[in-house]
């Protein structure tokens, strides 16, 4: 695990939630930036950071200078109840005062390789660069039970080295097709923080915080932004068997 990281321990996930929008609040109010650039995860935890954002922050965010983007992206249209962002516009974004083109989803609709070049080439025309790759100004992040963050799974550690923006992967159970933003991209974000919660999580948590061998098989451990800050917000329940 990254030496430049924090972990934030909560009794249960709503306090993981409350803390985390706050942070988010904090943070694009604080920033003198034209334009601040979030990437949203999908996943079941992220429904309730939305409702919270969108019932204690819909209007004090300006919100005319904050973008929204996505770290992965299941292959499927819009309106379909697998997507990631029908997710999000559904609980946040349809309710708060955002100019449309504040909203950059993935197409899951379209040519999953098509799509993966044409949201690389958006996500290059809109955000700063620092090096060779963009800069997210925050990355919100999940942890899934096989240690899959953003849909980069255990079997493609090497999108870590990729040198490519988006790329096109595949489910490893349901072979389903999803586009996900590469290692490099990630790992280039001012900011990053993971959002865990739940005991199904837990021994996922205590390999990636005590370094054990097998975290080396997990694509989260090696989320570690060479130029920003790592914050891990879990529960109580996640972090149980941390050493």
Request: hydrophobic letters at 35%; glycine letters at 4%.
């Amino acid at each position: 695990m990254s030496e430049a990281s924090e972990v934030k321990i909560f009794s249960n996930q709503k306090k993981v939630i409350k803390a985390l929008a706050k942070e988010i609040y904090n943070l694009t109010i604080s920033s003198s930036q034209e334009r601040f650039h979030i990437c949203l995860s999908g996943g079941k935890t992220p429904t309730e950071l939305f409702k919270r954002i969108n019932k204690k922050y819909a209007y004090s965010i300006n919100w005319q200078r904050v973008h929204f983007w996505w770290g992965d992206e299941r292959c499927v249209a819009p309106d379909d109840e697998n997507s990631n962002f029908k997710q999000a516009n559904d609980l946040l974004l349809s309710q708060i005062l955002i100019p449309d083109e504040n909203i950059h989803r993935i197409k899951g609709e379209n040519n999953p390789d098509e799509e993966a070049s044409r949201y690389a080439a958006e996500i290059k025309n809109n955000l700063n660069y620092r090096g060779n790759n963009p800069v997210f100004d925050l990355v919100i992040l999940g942890l899934g039970e096989d240690g899959h963050t953003a849909s980069i799974f255990p079997d493609e550690l090497e999108l870590f080295e990729d040198k490519r923006v988006c790329a096109v992967t595949i489910h490893p159970l349901t072979g389903q097709k999803r586009i996900t933003i590469t290692g490099r991209v990630l790992n280039n974000a001012s900011r990053v923080f993971f959002m865990v919660t739940g005991a199904n999580k837990a021994q996922r948590i205590s390999e990636i915080m005590n370094d054990d061998e097998a975290a080396k098989l997990l694509p989260a451990y090696y989320i570690y932004p060479e130029n920003g800050e790592l914050i891990w917000f879990i529960d109580e329940a996640a972090a149980q068997k941390i050493q």
